[in-house]
């Protein structure tokens, strides 16, 4: 197998490929462990290439007719990616919320019902189903991969479901049967005002027995230290410094083993455990960030535990002219989170009690307690709340400091197992891909608030019992609310692709995908504030979906030159449709959806991809227009403070993405990513009832400019390769208004601003001290702090929380490479 593969990597390279990126001024010809790239000779301009299976077959990323970014391990490592977040910095048209792990490609995402982008391991999905609250993506740590590849636009047909609007996929290093190979990366890090962070890296492979068996170990530990204060918000004295800080260990084994020349099988297990301390809010009025002071007073902790284990195994026979693949894996994760301040969410609820406001109170009358019944104590002068500075200790009285705590538990087990048949020759006239592929995913979210504090507070507000304001008491275990849902997703699919060439430089490309899918749940609430009034007894509901999706993809492409070449692209893209818990009719002021059905995007693409000027330049040009009908979107109902999921809108994405290296001879190197999106609603979005949930016009909460430049100087010190490096990240303003800055929609919050445009300046310098390299770096150098990410609990709410870029960062990194 072996020798086939190096066949076929030849002929790709015979077809234009060159080298990867190399690491700095290190143009000492460094070969990748997977075998993926090749060398390139030391005096060498040309730009390096990559050789990425975005189509699923290895091809030279040059070749293929899409618009995709590709990160090798030494690309990674010059410029300093240690995650998603760095990675989304460098590639067109992606932004990345930290807080969600939401990833939005060309304007498509949202916080609602299946993932609007694929994420892969290998060839697993791992993406996750809003299924609850805060239903995070996990993502990989950035340690001993091959690559990592964005891809942009819908990947309907060769990835199915939830990469509607993209697909990131990490490709590991793989054990080699051939040659030893090993990899130690430290790093030491000083944040201004925060704690220290560093990191720990190893991975060793290579072959146990020649040309047989083989074997790849990794293990990774970082901590990356916090700077932001947790404080007692009466006193402001600090109860837990740098409180946000993250402890990551990932470990992967895997095991290869050839018993014959044509076969090769592949056991691996993935392992990452990730501990987030607290969140990295920080409270606006008692924070000076151009002091670099940075607290928050949320009484209760909000941390992040995010666990997986995912074994697979993989079986590769190489046929004449045929590769099989089969891939089977299971993927077991566990997130417990802090989702919101159960503290805050509580105290904000609880004084829309106490208000006036016709827009705010209770369906049940004003002033009133839970039940409808009028206080009895006075208690609208009790109001507010919460103020600018947190819990208002002077109205709370004895019950200043008032705590409940929320947790979120999401938990996904997952099957799938794919079957792919496709053709091995590159200079055949016919390319293709056939398969199948199945998932049985077993998905569940509970949410809770514990608050043993609830009955005095109760008494507080309204002179009554729990019984008599909230019709229950709390639960035994001291919860005021509960909310726990179980569900299924399923979806079996059959799905070709192939690529014919017409003439020697016109290649047509038709693909389809065909689904058979079902989703079902089982849902439970119970407690005080279930609003359901249901004697306490817990309330129940079920629900199903099954649909048949078809997403067909189409494309033709001219190869110009051996270098330059054209491409267009029509492909579709889809989100299975799935069900919601019913809302209490009488606390919620009607009856709402209980399913949604799948949405879809279609998706218009041409492009540009070219090598110039003796291949010292190598870029990439893409156009877009994206329509998105039937959207899944979270509906917010102020007056019970419950979200549905439902079909609702419809929007339009169109723009650019431009990217690409230029090679300046043999010392300088410039890069670029370029993207622009305008995504906007197409069609008012209502709800049952006809209020304006997006009007015509609003814009999806995107960015609409991201700019990326780096350069690098390459020199020699003492005879040793060296460089340094800059990197500029811009991202502009919002200017048009999305939804809840619509003074006609329901979701009108006046007190929250668009982020505002961002600059973020890093630089990097190294030397290669063979087979060491040294590199110092300063992130953050202007030691930027924007308000980004400007939020509350609602519209009455005084207390805002915001987020920034973390501040000045200096370290040092070694690496080992053998």
């Not at 293990?219 to 947790?230: C, E, L, P, S």
């Not at 001290?769 to 702090?785: C, I, Q, R, T, Y």
Request: proline residues 6%; hydrophobic residues 35%.
């Amino acid at each position: 197998m072996t020798t086939k593969r190096s066949w076929r990597m030849q002929a790709l390279l015979a077809a234009g490929a060159a080298a990867p990126l190399l690491i700095g001024a290190a143009a000492q010809a460094q070969t990748a462990t997977s075998g993926s790239t090749t060398t390139v000779a030391k005096n060498s301009t040309n730009v390096s290439e990559i050789v990425v299976t975005a189509t699923r077959r290895e091809q030279a990323l040059s070749k293929v007719p899409e618009s995709v970014s590709a990160f090798t391990a030494q690309k990674m490592d010059i410029q300093g990616i240690k995650s998603f977040a760095d990675v989304s910095k460098f590639t067109p048209g992606v932004t990345f919320d930290p807080d969600s792990h939401d990833i939005s490609i060309r304007g498509i995402q949202s916080s609602a019902g299946s993932s609007t982008t694929g994420v892969y391991i290998d060839d697993t999905p791992v993406q996750v189903r809003n299924l609850g609250l805060n239903a995070n993506n996990t993502l990989p740590a950035v340690f001993d991969l091959d690559r990592v590849e964005v891809l942009r636009g819908p990947q309907g047909t060769l990835f199915g479901a939830g990469s509607e609007g993209g697909t990131v996929r990490y490709i590991t290093v793989q054990p080699s049967l051939t040659h030893y190979s090993a990899n130690v990366r430290a790093e030491g890090d000083y944040t201004e005002g925060g704690g220290p962070s560093y990191e720990l890296g190893a991975a060793a492979g290579g072959p146990i027995i020649e040309n047989k068996l083989g074997f790849r170990l990794s293990i990774w530990d970082r901590h990356d230290g916090g700077y932001i204060d947790r404080v007692d918000y009466q006193t402001l004295g600090p109860t837990d410094r740098n409180a946000n800080w993250v402890d990551t260990l990932a470990l992967r084994a895997a095991l290869a083993w050839a018993p014959v020349d044509s076969v090769k099988v592949t056991a691996s297990v993935d392992f990452q455990n990730r501990l987030q301390h607290n969140y990295d809010n920080y409270w606006v009025s008692i924070s000076n960030p151009g002091a670099g002071q940075f607290l928050n007073g949320t009484p209760d902790p909000m941390p992040d535990k995010d666990k997986f284990l995912m074994p697979a195994l993989k079986i590769e026979w190489d046929g004449p002219g045929v590769t099989f693949i089969s891939n089977t894996s299971y993927y077991a994760r566990k997130e417990l989170v802090g989702g919101y301040s159960g503290t805050l969410y509580n105290l904000s609820y609880f004084q829309h009690f106490l208000t006036g406001d016709p827009n705010l109170q209770s369906v049940y009358g004003y002033p009133s307690d839970p039940q409808g019944v009028p206080c009895t104590n006075n208690c609208g002068a009790l109001y507010p709340l919460l103020n600018a500075n947190g819990p208002n200790a002077a109205n709370l009285g004895s019950l200043a400091n008032y705590y409940a705590r929320n947790t979120i538990t999401n938990s996904q087990y997952n099957w799938t197992q794919e079957f792919r048949l496709q053709s091995s020759k590159p200079d055949s006239r016919l390319q293709w891909v056939i398969g199948g592929f199945g998932a049985f995913n077993y998905q569940r979210s509970t949410e809770e608030i514990n608050d043993p504090e609830l009955p005095a507070l109760t008494e507080l507000l309204w002179n009554e019992t729990m019984e008599e304001a909230w019709g229950e008491d709390l639960l035994p275990n001291g919860d005021d609310y509960i909310n726990n849902t179980a569900a299924h997703d399923r979806q079996i699919a059959l799905f070709g692709d192939a690529t014919y060439a017409i003439l020697p430089t016109v290649k047509f490309e038709v693909g389809l995908r065909f689904a058979w899918t079902h989703f079902d749940y089982f849902n439970s609430n119970d407690g005080a504030q279930d609003l359901l009034d249901n004697g306490g007894v817990p309330a129940t509901a079920s629900g199903h979906q099954d649909e048949k999706p078809l997403t067909p993809k189409f494309g033709l492409t001219w190869q110009v030159t051996p270098d330059d070449m054209l491409y267009g692209t029509i492909s579709k893209g889809y989100r299975i449709g799935g069900a919601t818990p019913p809302l209490p009719e009488v606390a919620c002021g009607g009856v709402f959806p209980t399913q949604y059905n799948s949405d879809s995007v279609w998706s218009y693409e041409a492009g540009a991809k070219g090598r110039f000027f003796d291949r010292s330049v190598q870029a990439s040009l893409s156009a877009f227009y994206i329509t998105w009908n039937n959207i899944q979107q979270a509906v917010y109902v102020p007056l019970c403070g419950i979200q549905y999921t439902t079909n609702v809108g419809q929007a339009s994405s169109k723009g650019f993405d431009f990217e690409g290296q230029w090679n300046l001879g043999r010392a300088f190197q410039l890069e670029w990513s370029v993207g622009y999106t305008d995504a906007q609603y197409t069609k008012t979005a209502l709800d049952p009832f006809g209020n304006i949930l997006a009007a015509k016009g609003d814009w999806l909460d995107i960015v609409p400019w991201t700019a990326t430049i780096g350069a690098q100087y390459n020199f020699h010190v003492f005879e040793k390769s060296a460089f340094l490096r800059l990197d500029d990240e811009f991202n502009s303003k919002r200017t048009h208004a999305i939804p809840s800055e619509d003074p006609t929609t329901t979701y009108y919050d006046p007190g929250l601003v668009p982020n505002p445009a961002t600059n973020l300046l890093n630089l990097r310098a190294g030397v290669a001290l063979d087979p060491f390299s040294v590199a110092l770096f300063a992130n953050n150098v202007l030691n930027s702090h924007p308000q980004l990410n400007l939020s509350h609990q609602d519209s009455a709410t005084a207390l805002y929380e915001a987020q920034t870029f973390r501040p000045l960062t200096i370290g040092l990194e070694v690496n080992f490479k053998y």
